[in-house]
């Protein structure tokens, strides 16, 4: 398996709660990923990072932010955490855009009260 | 509005059975097509995938089927096995960029 930790593996917080997920890989893959996964949307992507500070938005990215100050670590802060923000979120690595497949951690399941 | 449309939701077969999973996509521009399977408490491993210049790819008992003209493409899982039951996604990328995910099919395998 590859080496992706997240962390924490579950959290229950409150509505306007600030909540920080953090990803770390040992693979030193260029490519990081952030999706969540909700019940009849499959995976959407969140934010993603091409690189140390390189972040882009994904497709739901609305009320998230990202930051990545060392290759290894990728955190997903929520600044202001709302109910429609509890789900499961993954992290995902890459070392190539493109033709490497993805390899996902084994999530973080959130709930916000 | 969904990217990679999959049916079904759910799927229960008979052990040796064959299992098969539909998804189709509008985008003519994605150019790589996984898919994943997901067990409970895990998150989704690469299953197979296939690029569009090709029609079929069979890895053991998975073999993925591609249809270019009608945009669709679907898992088949030969011999289904209890082991096999878990969650199913397909995707669909062009050039490797973001990734657009189906909503996934729940496959359960009667012993």
């Known amino acids: 398996d590859a080496g992706i930790t997240q962390s924490p593996r579950h959290k229950v917080t409150e509505t306007g709660t600030p909540v920080t997920l953090r990803c770390h890989q040992t693979?030193?893959?260029?490519?990081m990923y952030w999706y969540r996964q909700d019940p009849g949307h499959g995976l959407r992507l969140i934010h993603y990072?091409?690189?140390?500070?390189?972040?882009d938005k994904g497709e739901v990215s609305d009320g998230y932010s990202v930051s990545r100050s060392k290759t290894e670590d990728f955190l997903l802060t929520l600044e202001s955490a709302t109910s429609s923000q509890t789900s499961v979120y993954f992290c995902?690595?890459?070392?190539?855009?493109?033709?490497?497949?993805?390899?996902f951690g084994d999530g973080t399941r959130l709930s916000i009260l | 509005q969904q990217q990679v449309k999959q049916s079904p939701q759910s799927l229960i077969v008979q052990k040796g059975g064959i299992s098969i999973i539909n998804c189709a996509y509008e985008?003519?521009?994605?150019?790589?097509f996984p898919w994943y399977q997901q067990f409970p408490g895990k998150g989704p491993a690469l299953l197979i995938a296939?690029?569009?210049?090709?029609s079929e790819k069979k890895e053991g008992r998975f073999t993925i089927s591609f249809n270019k003209s009608a945009k669709q493409f679907s898992l088949h899982i030969m011999d289904s096995q209890p082991g096999d039951s878990a969650t199913y996604f397909c995707?669909?990328?062009?050039?490797?960029?973001?990734?657009?995910f189906g909503t996934g099919t729940s496959l359960t395998v009667i012993p």
């Open positions: 995902a690595i890459s070392y190539k855009q493109g033709a490497q497949p993805q390899h």
């Open positions: 693979e030193n893959h260029r490519y």
């Open positions: 990072s091409y690189g140390v500070k390189d972040t």
């Open positions: 985008n003519t521009a994605f150019d790589y």
């Open positions: 296939i690029r569009p210049d090709v």
């Open positions: 995707a669909a990328s062009r050039s490797g960029n973001q990734f657009y």
